[in-house]
């Protein structure tokens, strides 16, 4: 089955500084892919959309100067959390689809943000 | 805007006895795809059963089975013969058909089921 592998697992930061979360399709070519959030106890939602190639495009209310994703080849997107903040810490996940006419996506295992 | 509505914050059931899940939700699109997924303790999505909106047919895989009402914005998820294993919440999910691309997925709030030995 294709894999998505996401990196760090977890990630802890000082106020202000910022950090890359990495998201790889390792056994096919991600055209397509997805940044979600999830707070505790909460269900998931779509931050942005990335085409390999292209400008992200964020979901209304998502600061995009603070969520920097870069989708620069097939096979990697990144997202940047910018000037990091308490408010920021969140459980992060991407997921990766090949092609427009695939229905599903497949996700990373996540990646747990702690601002502090 | 499409969205996605679990009723059910909380489910318990049997072991090896039938749960069912519900989900609702609005659309004024004809063409799309609806999901279940499961995440257990570990936070990893896994899917559980896609349903084409197009499809009469309700899907099933295995233990698991959906109730697909087009005209009621319906989708339930049934899982029979419930194992320990099945413990974790369930997102409903929607997604546009054909969007470009751009389309990501819409999620319920989810609904944690136990299931009791």
């Known amino acids: 089955g294709a894999v998505v592998s996401q990196h760090p697992s977890w990630v802890i930061c000082k106020s202000g500084t910022s950090v890359k979360i990495e998201c790889r399709s390792l056994?096919?070519?991600?055209?397509?892919m997805f940044w979600y959030r999830q707070f505790p106890k909460q269900s998931l939602m779509l931050m942005a959309t990335s085409n390999e190639g292209s400008k992200a495009t964020y979901e209304q209310g998502v600061e995009k100067d603070k969520f920097l994703i870069n989708h620069a080849s097939l096979t990697l997107s990144t997202l940047t959390v910018t000037s990091a903040h308490p408010e920021d810490s969140s459980f992060y996940i991407c997921s990766a689809r090949e092609g427009t006419e695939v229905a599903e996506a497949f996700f990373g295992q996540g990646t747990r943000l702690t601002v502090v | 805007a499409q969205t996605v509505t679990q009723s059910q914050p909380e489910m318990s059931v049997q072991e090896a006895e039938t749960v069912t899940l519900s989900c609702t939700y609005d659309t004024s699109e004809s063409d799309y795809y609806l999901f279940w997924y499961k995440q257990p303790p570990s936070r990893q999505m896994i899917l559980v059963i896609r349903q084409e909106a197009y499809k009469q047919q309700n899907a099933t895989e295995n233990r698991f089975s959906v109730n697909f009402q087009k005209a009621a914005k319906s989708f339930s998820l049934k899982i029979s013969d419930s194992q320990l294993g099945d413990a974790a919440m369930y997102f409903c999910?929607?997604?546009?058909w054909g969007a470009g691309g751009a389309d990501g997925l819409t999620f319920g709030k989810g609904t944690h089921l136990i299931i009791q030995p």
């Open positions: 999910a929607y997604r546009s």
């Open positions: 056994d096919f070519q991600a055209t397509t």
